[in-house]
C-alpha cells in the first residue's frame, strides 16, 4: 500500500491544520493507521492512531483534546484534525499503516508516507 500525507504548513499558534493521508494499492479497511511525528534532532513519537476494526482512537498525552484522528475507508483516507496548535507541536508529521491490529510502536508499522512539515509559529 502507499501512502501520501499532505495538509502541512505554516500556522500561527492558537491555529489549527488537518492533515490528510490517501492511500493506495491495497484493501484499506485491512489496515490501522497512525499518526507519527519528528521534530528536528528528535526521534519519531507517536502521535495518534486508530485501529483498523473497531474504530477505536488512541491519542499520545501531550495532544489529547486538541488532535482528532479520523478515517474514511469509502475515500481510502486517513486525516489528523490539529486544533490549538502550539510550537512544541512543530515537526514533519507522517501517516503509517500495518496490516492488522493498532500498536502505537513506530517500528510496527510496514508502510509509511513521506511527511508532511507542520511549523507553528509563537
Known amino acids: 500500500v502507499q501512502l501520501q500525507a499532505f495538509g502541512g504548513g505554516l500556522v500561527q499558534a492558537g491555529g489549527s491544520l488537518r492533515l490528510s493521508c490517501a492511500t493506495t494499492?491495497?484493501?484499506?479497511?485491512?489496515?490501522?493507521t497512525a499518526w507519527f511525528c519528528q521534530a528536528p534532532g528528535k526521534e519519531r513519537k507517536f502521535v495518534a492512531g486508530?485501529?483498523?476494526?473497531?474504530?477505536?482512537?488512541y491519542y499520545a498525552d501531550s495532544v489529547k483534546g486538541r488532535f482528532t484522528i479520523d478515517r474514511d475507508n469509502a475515500k481510502n483516507t486517513v486525516y489528523l484534525q490539529m486544533n490549538s496548535l502550539i510550537p512544541e507541536d512543530t515537526a514533519v508529521y507522517y501517516c503509517?499503516?500495518?496490516?492488522?491490529?493498532?500498536?502505537?510502536?513506530?517500528?510496527?508499522?510496514?508502510?509509511w508516507g513521506q511527511g508532511t512539515l507542520v511549523t507553528v509559529s509563537s
Open positions: 503509517a499503516a500495518r496490516p492488522g491490529p493498532y500498536y502505537r510502536s513506530s517500528s510496527l508499522y510496514t508502510y
Open positions: 494499492g491495497r484493501t484499506f479497511s485491512n489496515y490501522s
Open positions: 486508530v485501529a483498523r476494526t473497531s474504530g477505536t482512537t
